[in-house]
T-cell receptor, first 110, second 114 residues
Framework: GNSVTQMEGPVTLSEEAFLTINCTYT??????LFWYVQYPGEGLQLLLK?????DKGSNKGFEATYRKETTSFHLEKGSVQVSDSAVYFC?????????FGAGTQVVVTP | GAGVSQSPRYKVAKRGQDVALRCDPI?????LFWYQQALGQGPEFLTY????????KSGLPSDRFFAERPEGSVSTLKIQRTQQEDSAVYLC????????????FGPGTRLLVL
């Protein structure tokens, strides 16, 4: 069956550091891939998405590229801010359902 | 409305009680989804509606869980005879038309069963 695996947290960074959160998936076919973010006390928000191989999703300085050959969709940001502290979820879309990873908590300190 | 809304935001139930959780999707959104998120985990799919038709209920964990969307808009997730393992955040999401489109999530209902 389908599955999503993302790196465990918490990931603690200083402001302006480079962030990478690894995400790999197992799926039949070519699902759409997503990153959602959950800020403290708030609901899930779509951060970015990619619908086919080699697509790059980007938003708010975050980027992720759909890599079919490595079945990966790693999230990156070049310079994080304290306001980026949140839990990040990688997900794939298959047959109408979103299947999520366990989430990675990111803590950015001033 | 501007976004997906859910009520109540918090619910405490005694074991064995029945609960009903409400979801108001974004106006005009055809597809509606329910997910369950246990503490420290990612959301897990429960069920999906297209208009009033429940097209997939494969994620409902037991026959104590029941969802409906009678008029193709508001949806209710009902849990009968709640158990402690039902404690979780229940998320509702909607998408505009087809099931392949982006899903927009509500704030969730946090259910605690004592």
């Amino acid at each position: 069956g389908n599955s999503v695996t993302q790196m465990e947290g918490p990931v603690t960074l200083s402001e302006e550091a480079f962030l990478t959160i690894n995400c790999t998936y197992t799926a039949t076919g070519y699902p759409s891939l997503f990153w959602y973010v959950q800020y403290p006390g708030e609901g899930l928000q779509l951060l970015l998405k990619a619908t086919k191989a080699d697509d790059k999703g980007s938003n708010k300085g975050f980027e992720a590229t759909y890599r079919k050959e490595t079945t990966s969709f790693h999230l990156e940001k070049g310079s994080v801010q304290v306001s980026d502290s949140a839990v990040y979820f990688c997900a794939l879309h298959s047959w109408g359902k979103l299947q999520f990873g366990a989430g990675t908590q990111v803590v950015v300190t001033p | 409305g501007a976004g997906v809304s859910q009520s109540p935001r918090y619910k405490v139930a005694k074991r064995g009680q029945d609960v009903a959780l409400r979801c108001d999707p974004i106006s005009g959104h055809v597809s509606l989804f329910w997910y369950q998120q246990a503490l420290g985990q990612g959301p897990e799919f429960l069920t999906y509606f297209q208009n009033e038709a429940q097209l997939d209920k494969s994620g409902l964990p037991s026959d104590r869980f029941f969802a409906e969307r009678p008029e193709g808009s508001v949806s209710t997730l009902k849990i009968q005879r709640t158990q402690q393992e039902d404690s979780a955040v229940y998320l509702c999401a909607s998408s505009l038309r087809q099931v392949t489109e982006t899903q927009y999530f509500g704030p969730g209902t946090r259910l605690l069963v004592l």
